[in-house]
């Protein structure tokens, strides 16, 4: 599956931060993303799946992943349909081994591609 993993600004990864999840973009989205640190060596510090806007309103209050901000968090997301999310998900995790996370369902991983 081929995932349209979006940037803010046009090419430019989005703070996790500032990301404004107020604009109309979120409304109803549901899909996966992945918050990675920005140190000298990135790494994935969650991946998740759900209506985005919540999930990362959510994760900004989480002090596991908030004890990495003084590296720089990131995030990204793409739409995926519900039906696939667990898949996506399992993958993303699979692959990207996450310093953060609540286990993913065990279900058959759903190969997409990396935002990078």
């Known amino acids: 599956m081929n995932l349209n993993w979006i940037k803010c ?7 996790f931060f500032t990301l404004n999840l107020n604009h109309e973009h979120f409304n109803g ?3 996966v993303y992945i918050i990675w640190h ?3 060596k990135p790494l994935t510090v969650y991946v998740g799946k759900g209506e985005i806007k919540n999930r990362i309103l959510l994760h900004r209050q989480n002090p ?3 004890k990495y901000s003084h590296l720089g968090l990131f995030v990204t997301w793409a739409f ?3 039906p696939y999310q667990e898949g996506v998900e399992r993958y993303l995790a699979n692959n990207l081994n996450p310093l953060e996370c609540e286990r993913s ?9 990396f935002p990078w």
């Open 9 to 15: 600004d046009g090419s430019q990864w989005c703070n």
């Open 29 to 31: 989205l549901q899909g």
């Open 38 to 40: 920005g140190g000298q």
């Open 64 to 66: 596991n992943i908030l």
């Open 80 to 82: 995926v349909d519900s």
């Open 105 to 113: 369902p065990e279900v058959v991983p759903i190969q997409v591609n």
